[in-house]
């Protein structure tokens, strides 16, 4: 059975990225960050799998780091 898509909040997606709330949202916007869902009229998170998603990516395009 698979686990389910978690939402995060930014707190989350700041502690996994390191990304600032300012960061977060420039790159939203600009379609280089995943979108977030809207929880309630004032609250939004993000799939947990995006923001996975995301990262992997950037490992992608930037190497294991660990290769010399």
Not at 42 to 52: K, M, N, P, R, S
Request: hydrophobic share 35%; aromatic share 8%; glycine share 12%.
């Amino acid at each position: 059975m698979t686990e389910p898509n978690r939402i995060l909040r930014f707190r989350d997606v700041r502690d996994r990225t390191g990304l600032s709330r300012t960061t977060v949202w420039r790159q939203v916007k600009a379609g280089s960050f995943p979108k977030p869902v809207n929880l309630t009229t004032h609250a939004v998170g993000w799939y947990e799998t995006d923001i996975q998603a995301w990262q992997a990516g950037l490992r992608r395009v930037g190497g294991s780091g660990g290769e010399a």
